[in-house]
């Protein structure tokens, strides 16, 4: 199999269970997006690749289609399983997919695609996908238009060190991509609501190189994270807090 980055492979095995419970769900207009752009429903198969802890399986059983789940990490893994109850969930990357060729009518990669953007990546979901199958990438971005949020990354930043990110926009250069259709893009506002120390500080911490860091460090970024909502007016004092998200959702055809 091949190797997947450090920062994932450590941060997502300690912190799974706080990623299950930190980060945001997706937006309900994302089934729009599934059934209009992906064209997904029932008979059809979808692979979640990069499936993580599940968060998006909801939305792809909601469709009516048939779900694999393939993620490398196995305290992942194991989230998935508990989370969702009859999902095929499988040891795999991208480069190394362990699907027969024209398996499945769509790939999904929510909050993954960054980790594996790659050529040999690229050619391998070709290869799974049949003629004419979609491939959908998706992402819950933080909108640091908010000022709290842009701190947020500002206390992030010293450690990022050049760890594959959404923001980076690297990944946007595999297209134009042979074999691929052109791009449709959409966007839908979203907020993760709940506890500050959940929906803030545990979104944060379960960043992976964030939760890679040796415990004295993490110590270090969830002080300067709860001094953030401790001195932010809508943050402080508030038994429920919305963290704004922009949900960008990209889709492709295989020709």
């Known amino acids: 199999m091949t190797a ?8 997502y095995t300690a912190q799974a269970e706080a990623y299950r419970r930190g980060r ?11 059934r209009d752009d992906l ?11 990069g499936a993580g802890t599940g968060k998006f399986l909801p939305h792809l059983r909601a469709t009516g289609v048939a779900v694999i789940a393939v993620e490398p990490v196995p305290a992942m893994r194991a989230q998935l399983a508990r989370q969702n109850p009859g999902i095929e969930a499988m040891a795999g990357t991208a480069e190394d997919i362990p699907l027969a060729e024209g398996a499945v009518d769509a790939v999904v990669c929510a909050q993954a695609f960054h ?5 040999a990546a690229l050619a391998e979901i070709h290869r799974v996908l049949k003629p004419g ?6 992402w819950n971005v933080r909108d640091e238009s908010v000022g709290w949020v ?3 990354t500002g206390i992030m930043a010293p450690y990022e ?21 052109p791009l449709r893009e959409r966007h839908f506002a979203n907020a993760h609501t709940g506890p500050a120390e959940q929906v803030i500080l545990e979104r944060i911490l379960s960043v992976s190189f964030i939760a890679a860091l040796p415990p004295a460090a993490q110590n270090v970024v969830a002080a300067e994270i ?3 909502i401790a001195t932010t007016p809508e943050l402080a004092g508030k038994s429920d807090v919305a963290f704004p998200y922009d949900t960008a959702a990209f889709s492709y055809r295989r020709e």
């Open 39 to 49: 064209a997904l429903g029932a008979g059809e198969t979808v692979l979640d690749l």
């Open 161 to 181: 060190a050049g760890v594959p990110r959404y923001h980076s926009q690297a990944w946007r250069r595999l297209f134009p991509a042979d074999g691929f259709g």
């Open 4 to 11: 997947i980055h450090q920062a994932a492979a450590e941060g």
């Open 226 to 228: 709860r001094k953030v």
């Open 150 to 152: 842009a701190a947020l």
């Open 133 to 138: 199958g979609r491939l959908g990438l998706i």
């Open 115 to 119: 980790w594996f953007a790659n050529p």
């Open 24 to 34: 945001p769900e997706y937006p309900a207009a994302v089934q729009d997006w599934l």
